[in-house]
């Protein structure tokens, strides 16, 4: 008989004591795919994404905006997100497409929690954080992030919809170092049509 696999648990109750791994990321390596080309960041407070602030008083919880380091990575987590691919490739009404936005930041320096790789073991996690279509516990560990003493920015962690590279959320409070930069269409932008072809996108 096979052993069970642990599956995730909740950041044990010393989390706080312990310095958290950090990493430097530069504001303007963070890409958003939008459908609005203004109000960007914007820090959502609805409780419904992977990491949001699960406290049930919606006026007291934190706000999180997410991000790729990449534009293939910020495309599938937001106008792949939800689809089903058809022999290997995405059909996307052209209209879809059009409306949404590439948005570059522009600000300071921004300090990270590292949760990938061996730092994402060490504080006594795995993929399934960023795997698990339940959000309960990562929202929870989001939170612990949030209240602990070294007071990040927000954290690094692996793409579930591009499980080779990274993404990242950040926490409103740090919204005074990062600033929208520009918003270019995304069928205007000079990285869309490799990173279509990279993740089968059709024009429907």
Not at 176 to 202: C, V, Y
Request: positive net charge.
């Amino acid at each position: 008989m096979a052993a069970k696999t642990k599956g995730l648990t909740t950041p044990k109750p010393s989390f706080a004591a312990d310095p958290l791994p950090k990493v430097k990321v530069s504001a303007k390596s963070l890409i958003r795919v939008s459908t609005h080309n203004t109000g960007e960041p914007h820090f959502g407070t609805k409780g419904a994404k992977r990491f949001d602030d699960p406290n049930p008083d919606v006026a007291a919880r934190y706000g999180t905006c997410y991000f790729g380091l990449m534009l293939e990575t910020a495309i599938a987590e937001t106008l792949l997100h939800d689809l089903t691919p058809k022999r290997g490739h995405f059909q996307i009404h052209p209209d879809i497409i059009e409306s949404r936005y590439v948005v570059h930041y522009k600000g300071s320096s921004l300090t990270l929690a590292n949760l990938t790789g061996a730092d994402l073991k060490r504080l006594g996690a795995h993929g399934e954080l960023s795997g698990t279509s339940i959000y309960k516990k990562p929202q929870k560990w989001s939170k612990a992030i949030y209240d602990h003493p070294d007071q990040v920015d927000g954290f690094i962690y692996m793409s579930r919809h591009l499980n080779t590279e990274k993404a990242v959320v950040l926490f409103d409070r740090a919204s005074a170092k990062i600033k929208m930069d520009k918003a270019i269409r995304l069928t205007s932008h000079p990285g869309f049509a490799a990173a279509a072809n990279t993740l089968g996108i059709l024009s429907a």
